[in-house]
């Protein structure tokens, strides 16, 4: 009996454990993290809109998968953007992030996936923080 009890604790024990690993989420790092300082709050920061499932670098795409922690209101209206700025502060440029589904999944707990298509090494060199905003003007 006593070896029968330490047997289901250590399977119960294993089996915890393997799904804490799961519900971990993996993130790549992020492109040129030596030289340019992200601000990834909007999408990555607990207690936003989302958890992230996942995180990866694919060429010159950062992909994040992304699970609602509630139902998504008005905050998809304007999307997500990536504001790239300069050692000054000075806003070089910002991009636009893809969503898929295009209409994204809104109820609380579905998943989307948010793709932000960096340029060209030679269009950001100067850039040293990107920071994704949600809105046209933020």
Known sequence: MKYALSAGAVALALAGSAWADEKAPVKAPLPRE?????????????????????????????????E????????????????????????????????DPFLLNMPRGERNRFTLTLPKDEKWKDARKVVITNGLYN
Do not use: C, H, M
């Open 34 to 66: 030596g030289q340019v300082k992200w601000d990834v709050d909007v999408l990555e920061r607990p207690g936003t809109s989302f958890a992230v499932v996942k995180r990866e670098v694919k060429g010159n795409q950062v992909i994040w998968v992304l």
């Open 68 to 99: 609602n922690r509630r139902d998504l209101g008005t905050e998809i209206t304007f999307g997500y953007q990536a504001a790239l700025f300069d050692g000054d502060g000075v806003r070089l440029f910002t991009l636009g992030i893809e969503t």
